[in-house]
């Protein structure tokens, strides 16, 4: 079994993101991973704060969570962040470290590959921007429309049901808006979104994409060649 480490920018999607891996493993006949519960941030607002504040501030955080884990025998991290994911540089900080971290970013890489025009709606626009930029590395004629949209966030913070925040935040006329510019997939840049992919599915039939799927496996195979 693998232990990993849940980091998540807030106690919801850092809940959400134990539950994920639960859910992967009630699909196998024994558990395969053991998640520990590790936020960043107590809330979306200190959560949005901290993903601005300065390289030194992120990076002592990010130490003081790394350090406690990989004291508890930890060496596998899953970022269940897409906005942190882009906010710090988990890829330097991998080797810093020494250890195994899993994030939606190395997903959008491969990602860009596949798709030519993509639709991304996500927590905020600093999200956005490091998905966009994230995908044009690897392909360079790729064409992203991206929304930023912390209403969403908040409004799942607080438990409201995906029908009522699909209309609130108007995420059905986004779906259109997508389609209606050539976008081949619906790219959920926000690990709070899933919650809301059900409802997303019956005003679109763009393919959803959610990357944590792709951080699953990459994070067996990995712990295999260990």
Not at 77 to 91: K, P, Q, R, T
Not at 92 to 117: A, D, H, M
Request: aromatic share 12%; with cysteine.
């Amino acid at each position: 079994m693998i232990k990993v480490a849940v980091i998540a920018g807030t106690p919801v999607d850092t809940q959400m993101g134990v539950d994920y891996l639960n859910k992967k493993n009630a699909e196998y006949e024994l558990p395969v991973v053991y998640p520990v519960y590790m936020p960043v941030s107590d809330s979306c607002d200190a959560q949005l704060k901290f993903q601005y504040s300065s390289y030194e501030e992120k990076h002592k955080r990010m130490d003081e969570i790394f350090d406690a884990a990989i004291a508890d025998g930890i060496k596998d991290f899953f970022i269940y962040c897409n906005s942190l994911s882009g906010a710090f540089d988990f890829e330097t900080y991998k080797e810093e470290k020494g250890v195994r971290i899993y994030t939606p970013l190395q997903v959008y890489r491969k990602l860009g590959k596949s798709y030519n025009r993509v639709g991304c709606v996500a927590a905020n626009n600093l999200s956005t921007f490091n998905i966009e930029k994230t995908l044009i590395e690897s392909n360079d004629q790729i064409y992203m429309i991206g929304s930023g949209n912390m209403s969403m966030v908040s409004s799942i913070e607080e438990g409201l049901p995906p029908a009522e925040i699909m209309k609130r935040c108007g995420v059905d006329t986004l779906a259109r808006y997508f389609e209606e510019n050539g976008c081949e997939c619906f790219l959920l840049g926000c690990t709070h979104f899933p919650y809301l992919k059900e409802e997303i599915a019956k005003v679109t039939k763009l393919p959803i994409i959610d990357p944590a799927d792709e951080m699953f496996e990459a994070m067996l195979q990995g712990a295999e060649e260990d």
